[in-house]
């Protein structure tokens, strides 16, 4: 057995145990709610965001070494992105040349055969936003918010109205950030069902009843880490 799965049984006891063996070798199921923000508002930027220094990079392979103090668990993942035709990687650097944060975006549909396994549908002058991480050490320093006011621009500047993301109902901080960063729900979800580890199913689903945390009167500068 692994020794982080382990730790992580030693941790949640005898109930919480059984969950985690259940959902690694039984049974998941994963409720994914599709999120979409218009990229005709721009993200307002704190000054001392603006003026740090973090050198923006579009990754590509000789980008790799940047990863591996912070991201070495992604190595594989990147490597493939690489190779998808519609994918691209944006990241910015710290002093030291290492990747701070980073976000992948499909400006086409995408099959999703890292995590869910599933393919995400991306209309006409839509993106698809993914796999977004800020590393330990410059968490809620607001870098989030200078990548994705890069990304967006970007994107903007080649046509592009809207944005998607994929967020787990089962991961109420992701949606709180979502919620700040302007994204609203558009009435569709997709089931992601997982049988004994590796078979994955998917289903989409229409709702209407709101699923995103309500709206709250504090700035999302400075709250999006």
Request: with cysteine; net charge positive; proline share 7%.
């Given at each position: 057995?692994p020794q982080?799965?382990?730790?992580?049984?030693?941790?949640k006891?005898?109930?919480?145990?059984?969950?985690?063996?259940r959902e690694?070798?039984?049974y998941?199921?994963w409720?994914?709610?599709?999120?979409?923000r218009e990229l005709?508002?721009p993200l307002p930027?704190p000054?001392?965001?603006v003026e740090?220094?973090?050198?923006?990079?579009t990754?590509?392979a000789?980008h790799?070494?940047?990863?591996r103090?912070y991201?070495?668990?992604y190595?594989?993942t990147?490597t493939?992105l690489?190779?998808r035709?519609?994918v691209t990687?944006f990241?910015?650097?710290d002093?030291?040349?290492?990747?701070?944060?980073?976000?992948?975006?499909s400006d086409?549909?995408?099959y999703d055969?890292?995590l869910y396994r599933?393919?995400?549908?991306v209309p006409?002058?839509?993106?698809?936003?993914?796999?977004?991480?800020?590393?330990?050490?410059y968490?809620?320093r607001?870098?989030p918010?200078?990548?994705l006011?890069r990304?967006?621009?970007?994107y903007?500047?080649r046509?592009f109205?809207?944005?998607r993301a994929?967020?787990?109902c089962s991961?109420?901080?992701a949606?709180?950030?979502?919620?700040?960063l302007?994204?609203?729900e558009?009435?569709?979800s997709?089931?992601?069902?997982c049988?004994?580890g590796?078979l994955y199913l998917?289903?989409?689903?229409?709702?209407?009843e709101?699923?995103l945390p309500?709206?709250?009167?504090r700035a999302?500068?400075g709250?999006?880490a």
């Amino acid at each position: 057995m692994p020794q982080q799965l382990w730790e992580k049984l030693r941790r949640k006891g005898l109930r919480g145990s059984l969950r985690i063996l259940r959902e690694r070798f039984l049974y998941r199921h994963w409720v994914l709610l599709v999120l979409e923000r218009e990229l005709v508002t721009p993200l307002p930027l704190p000054p001392r965001l603006v003026e740090a220094n973090w050198p923006a990079v579009t990754v590509t392979a000789r980008h790799l070494p940047t990863l591996r103090r912070y991201f070495p668990a992604y190595l594989p993942t990147v490597t493939d992105l690489l190779k998808r035709e519609g994918v691209t990687g944006f990241a910015h650097l710290d002093r030291e040349g290492h990747a701070a944060c980073m976000v992948w975006v499909s400006d086409r549909d995408y099959y999703d055969n890292h995590l869910y396994r599933c393919w995400v549908r991306v209309p006409h002058e839509c993106i698809y936003q993914f796999a977004g991480e800020v590393a330990q050490p410059y968490r809620a320093r607001g870098l989030p918010l200078l990548v994705l006011d890069r990304v967006w621009a970007h994107y903007r500047d080649r046509g592009f109205t809207r944005t998607r993301a994929l967020v787990s109902c089962s991961n109420p901080p992701a949606l709180t950030m979502h919620t700040r960063l302007g994204f609203r729900e558009i009435g569709e979800s997709v089931h992601v069902y997982c049988l004994f580890g590796c078979l994955y199913l998917s289903r989409s689903e229409r709702y209407a009843e709101r699923r995103l945390p309500g709206p709250r009167q504090r700035a999302v500068i400075g709250e999006v880490a």
